[in-house]
T-cell receptor
Framework: GESVGLHLPTLSVQEGDNSIINCAYS??????FIWYKQESGKGPQFIID?????DKRQGQRVTVLLNKTVKHLSLQIAATQPGDSAVYFC??????????FGTGTLLAVQP | KAGVTQTPRYLIKTRGQQVTLSCSPI?????VSWYQQTPGQGLQFLFE???????NKGNFPGRFSGRQFSNSRSEMNVSTLELGDSALYLC?????????????FGDGTRLSIL
């Protein structure tokens, strides 16, 4: 089967620091990768995505890195703000015709 | 542009009952997917509908079913409710599908089974 795991269930950072959230996937045939942010009481919100033909993609204050060799995906948030506090999910598709979500990392931003 | 709307937001049912949840996708989106979210299992895919046809299905029992209407609105139904069906049910829409483009999620229906 296919699995997606996150390295840390909780990450605590100081406001202004950079945050890195990691994700590992199991199937080398996966070709689409996406990060979502979920705030309390709300549905997941799209942050950034990347396809397997790329290894880095940047958005506003966010960067996604894809290492296909070790099947690892990371989300970097620059200058983390209190509004970034949320649960972050990675999701992967392409191998099993389904979008598989990781279990989520809770990002806590300390003022 | 209005986002994905799910109704109702909260629902309390008892074991053995059935329930229908509703989802209105973003205008122009033809793909609607449903997910179950629980603290223990995370986000799990239920099914995807595209142009009124079920295109993909997750590993849930037949008690979970859905449908999509010609205006892309979707409903999911759970029959013979069990305590373990207590969860947040999320609907997500996208233009063409869930596997290679971002989905837009609603805020979910919180279903509690007593």
């Amino acid at each position: 089967g296919e699995s997606v795991g996150l390295h840390l269930p909780t990450l605590s950072v100081q406001e202004g620091d950079n945050s890195i959230i990691n994700c590992a996937y199991s199937n080398s045939a996966s070709d689409y990768f996406i990060w979502y942010k979920q705030e309390s009481g709300k549905g997941p919100q799209f942050i950034i995505d990347i396809r397997s033909n790329m290894d880095k993609r940047q958005g506003q204050r966010v960067t996604v890195l894809l290492n296909k060799t070790v099947k690892h995906l990371s989300l970097q948030i620059a200058a983390t703000q209190p509004g970034d506090s949320a649960v972050y999910f990675c999701a992967v598709s392409g191998a099993t015709n389904k979008l598989i979500f990781g279990t989520g990392t809770l990002l806590a931003v300390q003022p | 542009k209005a986002g994905v709307t799910q109704t109702p937001r909260y629902l309390i049912k008892t074991r053995g009952q059935q329930v229908t949840l509703s989802c209105s996708p973003i205008s122009g989106h033809r793909s609607v997917s449903w997910y179950q979210q629980t603290p223990g299992q995370g986000l799990q895919f239920l099914f995807e509908y595209f142009s009124e046809t079920q295109r993909n299905k997750g590993n849930f029992p037949g008690r979970f079913s859905g449908r999509q209407f010609s205006n892309s609105r979707s409903e999911m139904n759970v029959s013979t409710l069990e305590l373990g069906d207590s969860a947040l049910y999320l609907c997500a829409s996208s233009v063409q599908g869930a596997l290679d483009q971002p989905q837009h999620f609603g805020d979910g229906t919180r279903l509690s089974i007593l």
